[in-house]
């Protein structure tokens, strides 16, 4: 059985501008844990300067709290960083790259554009958050179709399918990653879209920021598009979650 957890592994203000979450999820099974982005880390919040840097620091307003790491999100769970198997990245910013370092034995799964992309110096990426050389897993383009979409099988050692879903555009290897739950999905569209209203408005005030901060507007635009059918076509079917949105967190989940 699966059990699903929502977790809010950090916080991003810079005024003007709403809060921003960092919405990972945590997918329990009796094989281990998985975590669908790190949030920000440990590492992040002792050396932050070192780390990530100044002027991206301010820029996105990030907030360093170790309890409102993914470790500390486990901890209080019951579970220990060791127990994490496996880490799904959706892409590689520094405000979901963080805590790769807080499970260095997990292996980590990304794309393979997204991958070459770090290692071409994209200068998004922050290179000191992997200086502890993560065990990456690779993933290419596969003929697997879902919801006529591409998708990218991740085989994690349990029944429940766990795809990647290639968003391309806000970076070169951005992905979604879906979840299967009996007959329906659970899609995290990672910053597919920052804000749930996105889905519905193309001139929400957000659209300016992510359009600045894709790697490829044209690629994110579509991707977007692509959400926007997903949620008229199959809105029993496939749950849709971003990861900046606070308001798209269950009750009860660990935000706070």
């Known amino acids: 059985m699966l059990n699903v957890h929502h977790l809010n592994c950090g916080t ?8 921003a979450s960092c919405h990972c999820l945590l ?41 409102d790491t993914a470790v500390g999100r486990l901890r209080a769970l019951g579970f220990r960083a060791d127990d994490v198997r496996h880490v799904v990245l959706t892409h590689a910013d520094p405000d979901h790259a963080g805590g790769l370092a807080d499970f260095p034995d997990a292996e980590v799964h990304v794309s393979a554009e997204e991958h070459a992309n770090i290692l071409g110096g994209n200068p998004r990426y922050a290179p000191a958050q992997f200086d502890h050389a993560p065990r990456w897993k690779l993933h290419g383009p596969a003929a697997n179709p879902w919801f006529g979409l591409e998708a990218r099988r991740l085989g994690l050692g349990f029944a429940t399918e766990v795809l990647l879903v290639p968003l391309f555009g806000h970076t070169l290897g951005h992905c979604g990653v879906a979840v299967g739950l009996g007959d329906r999905w659970l899609l995290h569209v990672g910053d597919a879209y920052y804000l749930r209203a996105e889905l519905a408005d193309d001139g929400h005030p957000v659209s300016t920021l992510a359009a600045m901060r894709a790697d490829d507007d044209v690629q994110r635009r579509a991707s977007l598009q692509s959400l926007r059918r997903l949620a008229q076509e199959h809105p029993g079917r496939i749950e849709m979650l971003g990861y900046h949105d606070f308001g798209e967190f269950p009750p009860g989940a660990a935000i706070d």
């Open 27 to 67: 997918l329990e099974h009796e094989t281990g844990l998985v975590l669908v982005d790190s949030g920000i880390g440990v590492q992040d919040c002792r050396r932050p300067e070192a780390r990530i840097g100044r002027e991206v620091i301010d820029a996105a307003g990030f907030h360093f709290d170790e309890t």
């Open 12 to 19: 991003l203000h810079a005024p003007p501008s709403p809060r």
